[in-house]
C-alpha cells in the first residue's frame, strides 16, 4: 500500500512538470520565432495555474524585455527571486535587463552574486565581464558636460613668412537645454596679426534626432580674419545611416564680403564615418566688383574602432576670390590634403594632432600646416 502510493506521489510530481513544462517550451519556441505577444499570454496563463514556477516567471520577464517593457520585467524578476533568492536564471536575467537600461552598478552586484553563488559557471563569469567591459566603455565615453580647449599652429609658406595661430574655447553642452560655446583665437601671418571672439549655441530636438544652431563673432582688425561673421546652421538624421547637415553663412573682411552656403552628408558605419560637403560662395569687393560663384567640395574619413586613437584623412578642393591678409594676390584654387588623429589615453584628455598640406599647384605656391591641440573633458 505504501509503495502504491510512492509511486503516484512520483507519477503525480512528473505529470504536473510535465503539464508545466510544455507550456513554457512552447513560448520558448514562440519567442525564437518572433511571436513574443503569443509567448506573454501563454506564460501569464501559465503562471495563473502555477504561480510558483520560478522558470515560466524568468522567461515572461525575458518576453516583456523583448517588448521593451522593462518595468513589467523587472516585476518578474524580482517576483522569481523572492520565491528563490539565489536562483540563477533569474539573478542574470536581472543583471542583464539592468545592463541594457544602463544601470551598471545594479547589474554588477547581481552578477558577482550568481558568480560567487555558482562557482565557475560560465554563463555567470561572462556577463560579469559584460558589465564591466561597459563600466570601463561608460568610464571612457560618457558624454561630459564641459570641455575646455587649447590648441596651437604653425604654417609653413614657401612665398611668405611663416605664420602661426592659437586657439581657445570652452563648451557647456547643457546651458539651459543649448549646447553653448566661446571661443578666442590670435593669428599672426603676412606680418600682421588679429584676435577673434565667437559665441555659439545649439539645440537638439526630437524629430529626426534634427538640432540647429547658430555662431556670432568679430575680430579687431578684420583683416586676417573676419570682422563680423554670423552662421545658421542645422542637420537631420536621414534613413539609416545617413545623416544631412547644412549652414549659411557671412564673412566681412576688410575688403570684402563673403556669403556662402554649406551642404554636407554623412554615412556612418561600425567603425568609420565617411563625410563628403559641397559649399558655393560669393564675394563681393569693397572697392567694386564681385566674384562668380566660386565652388568647394571636401571628403573626410575617420575611423573610430580603436579606444585610444582615431585616426583621419581629409581632401578638399576650393576656389578662393582672395587671399585675406595678402594684398593683390587674387583668385587662386587649391587643393587640401590632410590626415591628423584623436589620441586619448585617459578619460577626461583629449589630444589632437594634424598635417594639412595646400598646394596651389598652377603658381606653385605651398602651406604646410601642423596643429597640436588638447582638450579636457569634465561633468556628468
Not at 188 to 212: N, V, Y
Not at 216 to 229: C, D, I, K, S
Not at 307 to 319: I, K, N, V
Not at 345 to 368: K, M
Request: hydrophobic share 40%.
Amino acid at each position: 500500500m505504501k509503495k502504491r502510493f510512492m509511486l503516484c506521489l512520483i507519477l503525480w510530481a512528473l505529470l504536473r512538470a510535465g503539464v508545466r513544462a510544455a507550456p513554457l517550451d512552447e513560448a520558448r519556441q514562440l519567442m525564437r520565432s518572433g511571436r513574443t505577444g503569443q509567448a506573454i499570454e501563454l506564460l501569464e496563463n501559465t503562471l495563473t495555474n502555477f504561480p510558483e514556477d520560478v522558470d515560466a516567471r524568468c522567461a515572461l520577464a525575458q518576453a516583456l524585455a523583448w517588448e521593451r517593457r522593462y518595468g513589467p520585467a523587472e516585476e518578474q524578476y524580482a517576483a522569481a527571486l523572492s520565491q528563490k533568492p539565489d536562483y540563477r536564471d533569474a539573478l542574470l536575467g536581472l543583471a542583464q535587463l539592468k545592463r541594457f537600461q544602463g544601470r551598471y552598478d545594479d547589474a554588477l552586484k547581481l552578477a558577482q552574486r550568481a558568480a560567487a553563488l555558482y562557482a565557475g559557471d560560465a554563463e555567470s563569469l561572462e556577463e560579469k565581464e559584460r558589465i564591466l567591459f561597459a563600466l570601463d566603455d561608460l568610464r571612457w565615453n560618457r558624454p561630459r558636460r564641459y570641455a575646455f580647449h587649447a590648441e596651437t599652429l604653425h604654417e609653413n609658406y614657401n612665398f611668405a613668412p611663416n605664420g602661426e595661430a592659437v586657439h581657445f574655447s570652452f563648451r557647456d553642452r547643457a546651458l539651459r537645454g543649448w549646447d553653448a560655446g566661446l571661443q578666442l583665437g590670435r593669428e599672426r601671418r603676412f606680418q600682421t596679426d588679429d584676435t577673434s571672439l565667437a559665441l555659439s549655441g545649439a539645440r537638439k530636438f526630437s524629430w529626426r534626432r534634427a538640432h540647429a544652431g547658430w555662431t556670432l563673432g568679430a575680430a579687431g582688425r578684420g583683416v586676417l580674419l573676419p570682422r563680423w561673421h554670423a552662421m545658421l546652421q542645422g542637420g537631420l538624421a536621414l534613413k539609416p545611416p545617413f545623416s544631412a547637415e547644412g549652414s549659411a553663412s557671412f564673412r566681412r573682411y576688410r575688403e570684402a564680403d563673403v556669403y556662402a552656403l554649406n551642404f554636407a552628408a554623412f554615412l556612418y558605419g561600425k567603425d568609420a564615418t565617411l563625410s563628403c560637403a559641397y559649399s558655393p560662395s560669393q564675394t563681393f569687393f569693397r572697392a567694386g566688383g564681385k566674384s562668380g560663384v566660386l565652388s568647394s567640395v571636401r571628403a573626410k574619413a575617420v575611423w573610430s574602432g580603436w579606444r585610444f586613437a582615431q585616426p583621419w584623412l581629409s581632401y578638399a578642393r576650393a576656389e578662393e576670390a582672395f587671399e585675406a591678409g595678402l594684398s593683390g594676390a587674387g583668385s587662386f584654387k587649391a587643393a587640401h590634403y590632410g590626415a591628423g588623429a584623436s589620441w586619448r589615453f585617459w578619460p577626461a584628455w583629449l589630444i589632437e594632432t594634424y598635417y594639412l598640406l595646400e598646394d596651389r599647384n598652377q603658381s606653385g605656391r605651398r602651406v604646410e600646416r601642423v596643429g597640436l591641440g588638447a582638450s579636457c573633458l569634465w561633468g556628468g
